[in-house]
């Protein structure tokens, strides 16, 4: 099996499509399909999904991309040593966009003051844009929701949290510790778009008599918690969030939880990853948060 083919086959999987796949690895696209097409017939299987939008892997497919990482990373390594090169360990590491900035920033400071030589790529995205990425292999380990139905991928936890209202400073009910969410009646409030209980806040606040008017739909949890803080509306958020100037008083029978963890890709060795300063940093960082919300939560409520 020859390592070109192997890296047209990488290069389909994280470009998307063949067409990208050959500008990626300067080629035509004939020649990378004929490429796929030699991989396919020397291994006896169907590699890809193929449709006008775009290629999916199948099951065989999956599974060579798990070695195919491997072997790719070992070529680098020995084409490196034997330059007289360090090797440089990059750890390619999703990030669910609902996890709070200051939680990152305090791992990235961990790392530079650690100085580990080793590197961290970040990917954001949503938990369903992550799953797809560790299932093809193209992040090496995901910050992520945890869901106890899905086992597909190893599992860290982190900490878990609720969620709670943010409300301005200068709220009528900012200094409550446990609101029913009827008396929200009367508020405009933001939507948090990539909410994972978008659905059930929704039924909470409608089985309430609650429909307001939505003065802004973000996607991004910063400008949710500042729109908040400027006296724009009121959201929902984990608990978690915060931020000078916002409030977080408890939702009364709003019972929803997030267990915040670690999924690692089925093409990695789950341990040997932990036992790498930068996830050891990461669970630090974790940890000393987890300490510190937890302390927050138990005042609010």
Known sequence: MDRYLLRYFLAVIDQGNFSRAAQHCNV?????????????????RTLFHRSNKRVELTEAGASLARHARRIEAEFLAAERHVQGLSDVSTLRLGILNSIPGPLIEDYVQRLHQAGTGERVEFVEGRERELLERLSRGRIDAAVTILRGDDRRFTRRSLYSEGYSMAVPAHHPLAHGRMIDGAEFGGDT???????????????????????????????????????????????????????????????????????????????????????RPTLGLLLASAEQWDSASASLTAFMR
């Open 189 to 275: 409030m933001i939507v948090r778009r990539h909410c994972e209980l978008l659905s059930e806040t929704s039924r909470y606040f409608t089985a309430r008599g609650v429909r307001p008017f939505f003065a802004a739909r973000t996607v991004n949890d910063d400008h949710a918690m500042r729109l908040v803080k400027a006296g724009l509306g009121v959201t929902v958020m984990p608990d978690s969030f915060r931020m000078e100037g916002v409030a977080r008083p408890s939702l009364a029978d709003f019972p929803y939880t997030r267990e915040i963890g670690l999924l690692f890709g089925s093409h990695t060795n789950p341990a040997a990853l932990l036992d």
């Open 28 to 44: 035509s696209q004939p020649t990378l399909s004929a490429g796929i097409a030699k991989l396919e017939g020397q291994l006896g």
